[in-house]
């Protein structure tokens, strides 16, 4: 064989393995939900096989990740065809790449004179057709040409309007996101059940979307910007900014941060001042997207294949640093999933001070193959929640070992399972001391009985000294018993027994989300509490009864069936009856899980300038009602300002405060995603 031949087998391998590792990743990604590599990684060897297909041209095969849209359609779901291709964007990593790429089009087409910055919002393209103002159909990107039509679960999102201002036929296109407090609180339920949890908002966010059961779709609260239509001649607009403008009126909610630049040096503030406000976003945003603003000289330009010739996306790099891990904390849930959690070096990361990061199970873990002593890297998932990258295998300690996972309870010492095919551990040990104090700190909590003054630390005290052992046992604490309690007088053990026996009248949606009966979230059993009016004809009900409820899937039914069903439970529920406890719906008083889940709860706030959809007294009541206090002038205490139109003074003694500054848009997003 000749050097020359040698040489193109090697190149041909190295393509081939380029080419199969990025289908895999793209396949995990997108398919999958579940990435196992980091977007950069993605990003840099995709990079890598465009250099490598534009040296050897003559290697590029249609399979190549380069020659598709991305993403593919999934079985289960009506293929949807896309008259007009669903493109995706080029990207630049650089601010010299950007300002090549736009010195390129400037001098191709001269007569361009502004561009239309917008967020890159971290989510997947949509796209949603209406005739005659009636949403008819919506579906995914899929491929760019052929995507899956997902209409009954985009009907559930109340960002998109099933009706249009005007009755017209349009074909709307966007993004759909799941903002980054539900994703917290998903995962944290996912973590809770033993389920694998998503790696950012962007991967639940399709994971919600292709869901064949639409009402899973509806309890996830995703989102959506919309940010393009397939034919602009729909709309009486010449410009890119004129058409957001438009799609507003139409009704679709689209994000506000916008701004018409003229020059590079404009674009260079746009990035600079949403690289700075990017992490107080109520949504992940990986990128700024670059638009030539004039829809008609857009059309001049074109597009390739995949991509338009007239924006380009600019990538966010991911912010990462190392830090060193020193342990691996296990901790028992209430349910007795046993959880690891990396205990490091305490760093500062994107904003916030980290020194913990969630590890989720043992597979995850052994995946990570880290060990105590490592330098690892550490980044925010979706902007949000710290996690390890990587190891560096460069600084791994000579003497380290591979961690092995434990097999017994770190409480009770019991011997760990894995249930069914849950990828977590659990300790089934129905009198672990942690899962049984877990419980009745989940039961005194804010959202269930309420019971002020009962934190875990009381509770871990009164279980060390044989006071509790159950929730019940809680109703015959007295006294004496308190105040034997490390800092407890008569007033600390009067205040407590005086919050003990307040619960006793608690309404019955707090007694049942305080079971802590899985699936069983408090608002779902607040739906339930005002379907069933009392506990017994609840624990009389079938699975068609329950699941009769809206919203109330068969998973939740199911499980409150098995619940009732165990001895053990309905002999808890003739103790509570007995220790006097409320078993009734008492009515429309309490919103149980208002403030927790309030980002407003205990936050200082002044509303000024004109709101448009709602009065200032009426936004001061929703803000009160959700915990915050709202005040009439900015001071060094003022947590957020919230700005309507024409703000005065107000609105620059913020800034000089550097207090947060919202306009109403934020607002308003935010009290979705409180709802
Ligand atoms: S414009 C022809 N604008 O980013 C129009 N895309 O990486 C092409 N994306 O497929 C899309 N925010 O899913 C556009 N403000 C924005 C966007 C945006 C997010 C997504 C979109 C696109 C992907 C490309």
Redesign the pocket.
């Known amino acids: 064989m000749s050097d020359k031949t040698i040489d193109e087998s090697k190149i041909k391998q190295e393509y081939e393995k380029l080419k199969n590792q990025l289908k895999l990743w793209s396949r995990q990604y997108y398919y999958e939900d579940q990435p196992s590599v980091e977007d950069s990684v993605y990003d840099q060897n995709y990079r890598s096989l465009q250099d490598l297909e534009y040296k050897y041209p003559n290697l590029i095969t249609s399979d190549s990740p380069t020659q598709n849209v991305g993403s593919r359609t999934l079985p289960g779901f009506d293929k949807v065809r896309h008259d007009v291709p669903?493109?995706?964007?080029g990207?630049v990593f650089s601010k010299e790449e950007l300002s090549n790429f736009m010195d390129n089009l400037n001098n191709n087409y001269p007569s361009i004179s502004e561009y239309n910055c917008?967020?890159?919002?971290?989510?997947?393209?949509i796209s949603l057709l209406y005739k005659n103002g009636n949403l008819v159909q919506g579906s995914t990107?899929g491929n760019g040409f052929m995507g899956e039509d997902i209409t009954e679960n985009l009907k559930t999102i109340k960002s998109i309007p099933h009706k249009l201002n005007r009755s017209i036929d349009i074909e709307v296109?966007?993004?759909c996101y799941m903002p980054k407090a539900s994703f917290v609180n998903l995962n944290k339920r996912r973590e809770h059940d033993g389920k694998s949890t998503f790696a950012n908002p962007r991967n639940a966010a399709a994971g919600s979307l292709r869901q064949l059961d639409s009402s899973v779709t509806a309890s996830r609260n995703l989102s959506t910007?919309m940010?393009?239509v397939a034919d602009y001649n729909d709309l009486k607009t010449n410009t890119q900014s004129g058409l957001l403008n438009e799609l507003n009126n139409l009704g679709f909610k689209i994000?506000p941060t916008y701004e018409v630049v003229k020059n590079m040096s404009d674009v260079d503030h746009y990035i600079d001042k949403y690289t700075d406000e990017r992490d107080e976003l109520s949504y992940g945003?990986d990128g700024i997207?670059i638009?030539e603003n004039n829809l008609s000289l857009q059309k001049d330009i074109g597009?390739t294949v995949k991509?338009?010739k007239w924006?380009i996306?600019f990538k966010f790099p991911p912010e990462e640093v190392e830090t060193k891990l020193n342990d691996i904390e296990w901790t028992v849930g209430r349910t007795g999933v046993v959880t690891p959690t990396a205990i490091m070096d305490t760093v500062k990361l994107a904003g916030t001070t980290v020194s913990k990061a969630s590890l989720h199970n043992p597979d995850y873990l052994n995946e990570k193959a880290i060990r105590i002593g490592d330098t690892v890297k550490l980044h925010k998932a979706g902007d949000i929640i710290p996690e390890i990258s990587e190891y560096i295998a460069s600084k791994r300690p000579s003497n380290s070992k591979p961690y092995e996972i434990p097999n017994k309870c770190p409480s009770c010492g019991d011997k760990l399972v894995h249930l069914d095919d849950e990828v977590a551990l659990r300790c089934i040990n129905p009198k672990c001391p942690a899962q049984l104090t877990e419980q009745i700190n989940h039961f005194a909590s804010r959202n269930a009985m309420n019971i002020d003054g009962l934190g875990p630390k009381i509770v871990q005290q009164l279980f060390d000294k044989g006071l509790l052992n159950d929730t019940a046992s809680l109703y015959n604490l007295n006294r004496e018993e308190l105040e034997t309690l490390d800092k407890f007088g008569t007033k600390s053990a009067t205040n407590l027994l005086t919050a003990i026996d307040n619960s006793r009248t608690n309404s019955m949606e707090r007694l049942l989300f305080g079971l802590g009966i899985r699936h069983v979230g408090s608002k779902a059993a607040k739906l339930i509490s005002e379907h069933f009016k009392n506990m017994d004809s609840l624990m009389s009900s079938n699975i068609d009864d329950i699941s009769s409820i809206d919203s109330i899937g068969n998973t939740i039914a199911q499980s409150i069936v098995t619940y009732f069903n165990n001895s053990e439970a309905r002999k808890l529920i003739d103790e509570f009856k007995s220790l006097g406890i409320n078993m009734n719906y008492n009515g429309n008083d309490i919103e149980p899980n208002v403030l927790q889940n309030s980002i407003f709860n205990n936050k200082t706030i002044v509303l000024t300038g004109k709101l448009s959809r709602m009065s200032r007294p009426k936004a001061s009541e929703w803000l009160e009602n959700h915990g915050a206090k709202v005040t009439g002038s900015v001071s060094k205490s003022t947590d957020i300002l919230i700005a309507g139109a024409d703000a005065g003074s107000k609105l620059s003694k913020a800034e000089k405060y550097d207090v947060s500054i919202w306009n109403e848009d934020q607002f308003i997003d935010e009290m979705n995603n409180n709802e």
Request: proline share 3%; aromatic share 6%.
């Open positions: 669903m493109l995706s964007l990207d917008e967020l890159k919002i971290d989510g997947l393209a990107r296109r966007g993004e910007f940010y393009n994000n945003i997207v638009k597009n991509v338009p924006a996306a």
